[in-house]
């Protein structure tokens, strides 16, 4: 496995793959790799005979210096577990590579990042869309792969990724989870045991919803009632948001639920007492649709979504 | 001469000239090509065996609906010129190519787009910056060339191509001039004849600063009494600004000028009687410094910033 520090250098590395008549895929992580990331890692190699991961803790998407200095960071583990998987090279810049001195540019996807995360966390998607230009532009791939955990950010990916006219097909990989059902994530690790447990209510909400669509309850407020009152279980959760959105366009759902419908959730616990940070926050999402309905291929909108080539 | 006007089909074109060996240069226009325009295209013959020209009115980069709509437009004949020039493809893009439905992407260069040009013209360059973004990734080029009477944009636009870590050379072309001195712009031609004789002050101005710099005027306000005293022998003009700045930052000269020093100009004349819109906006530029100094190579900050590889 290769391992390369320097746009400059990859960038040669990829006009050099790309002549030789190669498909590149980008895999870009923040590292402290888990699961998930071998499953975005799964994705990639379906769709390239190349595929390079980039290892970036971003600190422009972070809205707390806490939140960026307690984020999880072990590089040679990080590039352990790539070799393991079989990743064909691994793009370790640091901060001043991908962000020289005087850095003033900044690509930013308007609407689709105002509300959800983008309303708690000022500035993290632009932070997010910048950084993923510069991993475009110095990875030069094919395909770029993300989890759908992220759905704001992969929806703000997307949009971006046709806005401005990359060449490069974006694709979405599922949500992987624990055998209880918490998604996850590299932040998982700084729960304290007790927060471990009540966790699962994001999971438990979204099934609540799901199966409450399924029993006919279409009514957008009742939904959202039960999710709030499975994510009041946990004592230690306090929610930043739980909405009903369309999935195209993150625009609130309409009063009664029609075709599939995004589920998000952001709620923050406690850090571990010995982890730094004050808190942790948790993201999970599901699209939710009545079965009958889905089965209706023109109302799948999430798949659309989904599968649309920028 | 190719012509081509969609972004899909020009990045496959891209693919395949960069995949044969050869080097792409790209001249951005807005049409309405005048023998500036052709010297640009001189240029870019230096750089590259390709040279590709796009021919787009970019909607986003105008304050003013009336500015957008009295710019003047030709298609063919400047598809004529290009051919005639020697240009090896023209890309020819819709509103709709560059700007797909629901739209929200946008590039940005921070500081250096706040002072002179921005600060009258809320949003221009955030215009314009996204739309070269976008002509970037549909070329794919080598090397791109702008116009140095555009002083501003290029230096903008170089900011970006080295933040983003476009893998492009941005370079910069002289200006070109009328027999009077009159900088050559699309815009010239919306000039009623009185306006027109009056419109070299702008270059007049330029000169005299350069002289009494050379006379060894160091002081900032007397070197700007200066040009103000010239600009206001055109009694049609009406100066927006007239500003003394560091090439590299754009920040404000020193009160006692030092070293290399951008002297920029944009002032505003009636247009022609049948022209339409309001009124003519003409910029122009000079890089003013001491024969002296400029012996001194480390002292030549505005070629520094000219040449400086992206």
């Given at each position: 496995?290769?391992?390369?520090?320097?746009?400059?250098?990859?960038?040669?590395?990829?006009?050099?793959?790309?002549?030789?008549?190669h498909?590149?895929?980008?895999?870009?992580?923040?590292?402290?790799?888990?699961?998930?990331?071998?499953s975005?890692?799964?994705?990639?190699?379906?769709?390239?005979?190349?595929?390079w991961?980039?290892?970036?803790?971003?600190?422009?998407?972070?809205n707390e210096?806490?939140?960026?200095?307690?984020?999880?960071?072990?590089?040679?583990?990080?590039?352990?577990?790539?070799?393991?998987?079989?990743?064909?090279?691994?793009?370790?810049?640091?901060?001043?590579?991908l962000?020289?001195?005087?850095?003033?540019?900044?690509?930013?996807?308007?609407?689709?990042?105002?509300?959800?995360?983008?309303?708690?966390?000022?500035?993290h998607?632009?932070?997010?869309?910048?950084?993923?230009?510069?991993?475009?532009?110095?990875?030069?791939?094919?395909?770029?792969?993300?989890?759908?955990?992220?759905f704001?950010?992969?929806?703000?990916?997307?949009?971006?990724t046709s806005?401005?006219?990359?060449?490069?097909?974006?694709?979405?990989?599922?949500?992987?989870?624990?055998?209880?059902?918490?998604?996850?994530?590299?932040?998982?690790?700084r729960?304290?045991?007790?927060?471990r447990e009540?966790?699962?209510?994001?999971?438990?909400?979204?099934?609540?919803?799901?199966?409450?669509?399924?029993?006919?309850?279409?009514?957008?407020?009742?939904?959202?009632?039960i999710?709030?009152?499975?994510?009041?279980?946990?004592?230690l959760?306090?929610?930043?948001?739980?909405?009903?959105?369309?999935?195209?366009?993150?625009?609130?759902?309409?009063?009664?639920?029609?075709g599939?419908?995004?589920?998000?959730?952001?709620?923050?616990?406690?850090?571990?007492?010995?982890?730094r940070?004050?808190?942790?926050?948790?993201?999970?999402?599901?699209?939710?649709?009545?079965?009958?309905?889905?089965?209706?291929?023109?109302?799948?909108?999430?798949?659309?979504?989904?599968?649309?080539?920028p």
């Amino acid at each position: 496995m290769e391992r390369i520090a320097r746009r400059r250098d990859l960038q040669a590395r990829a006009d050099a793959e790309r002549a030789a008549g190669h498909r590149i895929a980008l895999v870009p992580t923040m590292g402290a790799l888990h699961a998930g990331h071998l499953s975005l890692i799964e994705t990639a190699r379906g769709h390239a005979d190349r595929v390079w991961v980039s290892i970036f803790v971003n600190p422009t998407q972070f809205n707390e210096r806490s939140d960026f200095e307690s984020y999880p960071a072990d590089l040679e583990a990080d590039a352990a577990a790539c070799e393991a998987a079989g990743v064909d090279l691994v793009y370790t810049p640091a901060v001043e590579d991908l962000y020289p001195e005087h850095s003033q540019s900044w690509v930013e996807v308007d609407e689709l990042t105002r509300s959800l995360c983008g309303a708690g966390r000022p500035g993290h998607f632009r932070g997010v869309t910048t950084v993923v230009a510069k991993l475009f532009l110095a990875a030069k791939p094919h395909v770029a792969v993300f989890g759908e955990k992220d759905f704001q950010q992969l929806a703000a990916l997307r949009r971006m990724t046709s806005d401005l006219g990359f060449d490069i097909e974006v694709i979405g990989s599922p949500t992987v989870r624990e055998a209880d059902g918490l998604a996850l994530s590299s932040r998982n690790v700084r729960l304290g045991s007790v927060a471990r447990e009540q966790a699962t209510v994001l999971v438990r909400s979204l099934e609540d919803a799901e199966r409450a669509l399924q029993a006919g309850e279409r009514n957008r407020e009742t939904l959202l009632e039960i999710v709030k009152a499975r994510l009041s279980e946990a004592p230690l959760a306090e929610v930043e948001y739980a909405e009903l959105r369309d999935p195209a366009t993150l625009a609130e759902a309409s009063a009664r639920l029609v075709g599939p419908t995004l589920l998000a959730l952001a709620v923050h616990f406690p850090a571990d007492p010995e982890g730094r940070g004050s808190s942790v926050r948790l993201i999970d999402n599901r699209i939710i649709e009545r079965e009958e309905e889905a089965d209706a291929p023109v109302r799948n909108v999430s798949s659309t979504l989904l599968e649309e080539r920028p």
